[in-house]
């Protein structure tokens, strides 16, 4: 799941309410700034099921955890099933960035991810998202009317990368079923 500017509320709200025993991996990316939301992972941490931690440098991706993208790095899926650190150049003046993590994901799980793309102001995602959607994947963007800073799901579904548009509450709706 990706985000950035109007994000959190919808992001706080799945955490909530995903089950212990999803038997899925669950990673958000989702723009901030060093030491902006400092305790944004305690805060997800303490108020989810799951159990949450945020990305360090050759982490194992485990089932039924809930990874959270550090700021300042970009965050890869390396094949073997470890994530990867990376220290280079914003894309789409953000760092982590949305579209370096899902084209990892395309590249390593390919069909086997279902990837969101929420709220943000700018287009980062949008082509990571196209690469996921190519390589199989599930597709799933926030309708635009619905966040509070479209430019992200607009620049997602005007380059095709939008197999479904969903609003806020069909987006929680489907992640409770799974």
């Not at 969903?166 to 489907?174: D, G, K, S, V």
Request: charged share 25%; proline share 4%.
């Amino acid at each position: 799941m990706g985000g950035s500017a109007g994000a959190f509320k919808l992001l706080f709200r799945v955490i909530q309410d995903f089950s212990p025993e999803l038997n899925k991996t669950v990673i958000i990316v989702i723009h901030r700034k060093r030491n902006f939301f400092s305790g944004l992972v305690k805060l997800f941490a303490d108020n989810s099921k799951m159990t949450l931690s945020e990305i360090s440098d050759k982490d194992p991706i485990k089932k039924n955890y809930i990874y959270i993208a550090p700021a300042n790095y970009h965050t890869l899926i390396e094949k073997g099933g470890y994530f990867g650190l990376d220290v280079s150049d914003p894309v789409w003046y953000s760092k982590p960035s949305i579209d370096v993590t899902f084209e990892s994901a395309a590249d390593v799980y390919g069909e086997r991810c279902t990837a969101i793309l929420l709220s943000g102001a700018n287009e980062d995602g949008a082509g990571g998202l196209l690469k996921l959607r190519n390589s199989g994947a599930l597709t799933i963007v926030q309708h635009p009317y619905d966040a509070e800073m479209p430019e992200m799901p607009k620049a997602a579904i005007s380059n095709n990368a939008a197999e479904y548009i969903l609003r806020t509450e069909e987006i929680i709706e489907l992640l409770k079923s799974k």
